[in-house]
């Protein structure tokens, strides 16, 4: 099994994007990302596949590499089982989830945003892995972080109807606002369903600007990539 985190630097992107921005939603110059792109790809066994996030719960299953003629899917994780197949989430605060088996049979890439994070995305992930989740190892990769991330009731609500003990995930900021720790509540998620080795979940996109975009930083910004897959020796 081997994973990659990219970062904003590097790469051809400029302005608002500079430099290793890897997504194609964001007006950055084409060329740029399609360049960044392609220098991604010379340190994977193939084409990572992409997905169309759109902050749900849906997780496909790869089966073979990726093919430039095919549509993206409208997914926010990605699992397979399958050597040198790439699966891939772009991050500019939300929080990338890598996970595999202790064997490194099969590995998955969840996007979890605060959407995704209480819709399920992180459980619908690992039922599609279709292992013991005593076997798995989750590593959480960078996102913002609880010092940065402020939201408001409404956030906090969503959680708390879902699960009450997700109330430690939030510290109260007054007038409505409560800082949210997307970190914490992703292990709680984790250990809920049995997952126990969780490591990572330190950085903040927020407060490093020389090394992370960030959405809520800066708005017009690029995005990085976590990648997963598995080495055709396992």
């Known amino acids: 099994m081997r994973t990659l985190l990219t970062t904003r630097q590097g790469g051809f992107s400029q302005g608002a994007f500079a430099g290793f921005n890897l997504a194609t939603h964001v007006a950055d110059d084409p060329r740029a990302v399609a360049a960044n792109r392609a220098l991604l790809a010379t340190a994977l066994p193939s084409p990572p596949h992409w ?19 095919v549509v993206p899917p409208r997914a926010d994780a990605a699992i397979t089982r399958q050597a040198g197949v790439v699966c891939a989430v772009l991050t500019a605060d939300c929080l990338p ?28 992930t690992v039922a599609a892995m279709a292992c013991s989740p005593e076997r798995l190892y989750a ?26 003990a997700d109330s430690a995930a939030f510290r109260a900021q007054g007038e409505g606002k409560w800082l949210a720790d ?51 020796e396992e």
């Open 51 to 69: 997905l169309e996030q759109v902050h749900g719960v849906e997780v496909v299953e790869l089966f073979s590499p990726a093919s430039p003629d």
């Open 182 to 232: 997307l970190y914490a509540l992703a292990r709680e998620r984790l250990r809920r369903l049995g997952v126990a080795q969780i490591t990572g979940g330190q950085a903040c996109t927020f407060r490093d600007a020389e090394r992370f975009y960030s959405y809520r930083r800066d708005g017009s910004c690029g995005r990085m990539a976590s990648l997963i897959w598995r080495s055709p």
């Open 97 to 124: 989830v890598l996970l595999c088996d202790r064997e490194g049979s099969v590995v998955g890439a969840a996007h979890a945003g605060w959407r995704g994070l209480c819709g399920g995305v992180i459980e619908r």
């Open 139 to 164: 590593f959480l990769g960078p996102a913002i972080g609880p010092t940065a991330f402020v939201v408001g009731d409404e956030v906090r609500a969503v959680f708390l109807a879902v699960d009450a």
